[in-house]
């Protein structure tokens, strides 16, 4: 495909800079990682980067200092630096929605002045924080009652998208802080099979509810909200007023969470210039400050603010989301990688690549430029992946012996977390397992090592590695609050890096809502029947076909 548009020269497939890595990649091809180690004793200690508690390794990835010296161009030529300054200084780079991209702005210092509209937006998100930790002390010391005068043991969050994928994930990652005695669910899924399960076993008078919508308009949250307020007052036998102390809200909207029957006072507020999936560190965290309290939550924000400004201040040479960022670009647009995997080797970290699936592919699944011209080169990758060693046995044959090119991330923590006691013994057993993959991966098992354990010839093929497969490992110390705000930040800003490169708004997510709007015309003809002016005739069978199985 070849598109010429009024860009002209600033196209990124037009760029010399862009040109540059394609020959460069013209005269690699071919080149393994064998090769590149055996030539380079240096290569190991060099191509290493700690930023704050984390220990990158990116010298199992198919480049040459050649290679990141062009990727480093290129992303100075794009303006990613320039875009970056600007995202920091609070302008509005989300041009679609028109709006200022600031998260970075929800874990600065209390002394910190960033300014939208001339409007320094630090004491307001630091007055959040304070409203937030006090509830949280309420809530967790048993000083806030339930409408019977019971203290509250159940947390629900309501919410979906970037309202539940960071608290559902952070609450699993820190489970080892969270208070045993509180029982926290995340209710997302407008299957009602989701709330039901989530209530189920709990006592009423016991639980409070946190709807979490930025714009407290979404589908799927009002209808699980509502829902929770009629089996709330259901059990309890009460009118409306025990709504009051069993209900909060986390939005940007005052207006709908008034509408909704939440007192404003038991709201807490974020603002348009946080984007939904860049959203848990606002208030939208509250759930989890509710189950690791105040001092932690401040923790975690702590490590964000040490990645954010690592990002905003380090070299080139040594920014790591900046190389990540770069590593993807050239995957992407050089070896045709279609994927990405994120493997973590902690437990913990098992909801932790389907949060990074909103935060990249809602992101940066794009298809037109900053000015609407379609795109000719490939961005945002499909993230996937699930935590070691559970995938070993099941998709890493395909990552071993497949025919795609998948970029990996190993993450995995050199100590268990405390509270495991004797089965912190299994540690060492899981981490030989995180060394020993990316060491398979890279560099395979050739068919003449093969054939010198004297495995029959017709085998040889079947059981060759041909390694060469690309990855990241990145080492911490332990699981705690920091080190998960030091993993986001540096994946969010990885993303914004390769955002900028391709010229794509990171921060906009149109394309969620055709699907929106057609649900809503698709409900009443299957409810009632009701026909919907130009249905197409698949879906029209389909839907025929599902009433008659529903009875209807
Ligand atoms: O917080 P809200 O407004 O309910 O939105 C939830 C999610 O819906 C989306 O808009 C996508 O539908 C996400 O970007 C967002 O995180």
Known sequence: MSVTNAQGQNRLDQRPEWHALGKHREETAGTHLRELFDADPGRADRYTLQVGDLHLDYSKHLVTDETLRLLRELAAATGVFELRDAMFRGERINTTEDRAVLHTALRAPQSATIEVDGHNVVPGVHAVLTKMGVFADRIRSGEWTGHTGKRIRNVVN????????????????????????????????????????AVRDLDAAETLFIVASKTFTTIETITNATSARQWLLGQLGAGEDAVAKHFVALSTNAEKVTDFGIDPTNMFEFWDWVGGRYSYDSAIGLSLMLAIGPDAFREMLAGFHLVDEHFRTAPAEQNAPLLLGLLGVWYGGFHDAQSHAVLPYSHYLSKFTAYLQQLDMESNGKSVDRDGNPVNWQTGPVVWGTPGTNGQHAYYQLLHQGTKLIPADFIGFARPVAELGALAGQHDLLMANFFAQTQALAFGKTPDEVRAEGVAEELVPHKT????HPTTTILAGELTPSVLGQLIALYEHKVFVQGAIW????????????????????????????????????TTNLVAKYRALRGR
Do not use: C
């Open 158 to 197: 309501i919410g979906i998208g970037g309202s539940d994928l960071g608290p559902a994930m952070a609450y699993e990652v820190l489970r080892a802080y969270t208070d045993r005695d509180m029982t926290v669910r995340f209710v997302s899924n407008v299957d009602g099979a989701d709330l039901h399960e």
């Open 503 to 538: 010229n794509i708004d990171s921060f906009d997510q149109w394309g969620v809502e055709l699907g929106k709007v057609l649900a809503k015309r698709v409900e009443p003809a299957l409810t009632e029947g009701a026909d919907v002016p130009g249905l197409d005739a698949s």
């Open 465 to 468: 590695f041909r390694g060469n």
